[in-house]
């Protein structure tokens, strides 16, 4: 008799093999620890997808998303050929991570108004991290782990980001606008690891903070804008 899939078992699967993932990384995942997560046998697993890369793949295509997910067209889902996930992953960035507050600032020669620009970056920055923290925490983890996806995700994105947040506080220090600071990369860096820490990371901390999502939201851009504007 062949072995039926329940409905809800591939939502569940995807769900407590991302918890895996985000947890262990890439590499150290075993499929035998995603099962063992789920409490089902390791060979139901393989009902579902036919690899751990298949598995990988599958989660990060559904990372992003707000909606439930179509089902997929047949099962086991296969073993992606190589740089699909990579470009599944750049997909995913380019339509998730748009930053046009940011990116107005950097192009913009000077602002009327320092207080409501930067609160503007930095609260863009945030809701862009907070929607999106589940795949956002899976990606950095999985990247310590994959080259293909380090170049993506570190190199690229988080690179670019840093680098444009340097551009603008530089400029806005030349003019004035934010206090001056030893080192002009330094304050990118502490917006960045700021918003992303309660945006993002809080979220997977072994000691959660009771606070409210707009709480912190508020807070970190009172602090941020305080911090740096004169």
Same mark, same amino acid.
């Given at each position: 008799?062949?072995?039926?899939?329940?409905?809800?078992?591939?939502?569940?699967?995807?769900?407590?093999?991302?918890?895996?993932?985000?947890?262990?990384?890439?590499?150290?995942?075993?499929?035998?620890?995603?099962?063992?997560?789920?409490?089902?046998?390791?060979?139901?697993?393989?009902?579902?997808?036919?690899?751990?890369?298949?598995?990988?793949?599958?989660?990060?295509?559904?990372?992003?998303?707000?909606?439930?997910?179509?089902?997929?067209?047949?099962?086991?889902?296969?073993?992606?050929?190589?740089?699909?996930?990579?470009?599944?992953?750049?997909? !995913?960035?380019?339509?998730?991570?748009?930053?046009?507050?940011?990116?107005?600032?950097? !192009?913009?020669?000077?602002?009327?108004?320092?207080?409501?620009?930067?609160?503007?970056?930095?609260?863009?920055?945030?809701?862009?991290?907070?929607?999106?923290?589940?795949?956002? !925490?899976?990606?950095?983890?999985?990247?310590?782990?994959?080259?293909?996806?380090?170049?993506?995700?570190?190199?690229?994105? !988080?690179?670019?980001?840093?680098?444009?947040?340097?551009?603008?506080?530089?400029?806005?220090?030349?003019?004035?606008?934010?206090?001056?600071?030893?080192?002009?990369?330094?304050?990118?860096?502490?917006?960045?690891?700021?918003?992303?820490?309660?945006?993002?990371?809080?979220?997977?901390?072994?000691?959660?903070?009771?606070?409210?999502?707009?709480?912190?939201?508020?807070?970190?851009?009172?602090?941020?804008?305080?911090?740096?504007?004169?």
């Amino acid at each position: 008799m062949a072995r039926t899939r329940p409905a809800h078992r591939l939502d569940q699967l995807v769900d407590c093999a991302a918890q895996v993932f985000t947890a262990r990384g890439y590499r150290r995942t075993q499929m035998a620890d995603v099962a063992r997560a789920m409490g089902v046998a390791p060979g139901t697993l393989y009902l579902y997808v036919e690899s751990k890369e298949a598995l990988f793949d599958l989660v990060v295509q559904r990372a992003f998303l707000d909606r439930p997910a179509a089902p997929p067209r047949k099962l086991p889902i296969p073993t992606p050929a190589p740089g699909v996930t990579v470009e599944h992953v750049r997909q !995913r960035l380019r339509r998730e991570h748009q930053l046009p507050a940011l990116a107005a600032a950097i !192009r913009r020669q000077r602002t009327a108004d320092p207080h409501a620009e930067l609160a503007g970056i930095v609260r863009e920055l945030y809701r862009v991290l907070a929607r999106n923290h589940r795949g956002a !925490r899976l990606l950095e983890r999985s990247a310590l782990d994959r080259p293909d996806l380090a170049a993506l995700y570190f190199k690229r994105l !988080r690179r670019g980001l840093i680098d444009g947040l340097t551009a603008y506080v530089e400029r806005r220090i030349e003019q004035k606008h934010f206090r001056r600071v030893p080192h002009t990369a330094i304050p990118a860096r502490l917006i960045l690891e700021t918003v992303a820490w309660f945006a993002m990371h809080r979220h997977g901390d072994q000691e959660p903070m009771p606070i409210d999502e707009r709480q912190a939201e508020d807070t970190v851009v009172d602090v941020l804008v305080h911090a740096l504007v004169r």
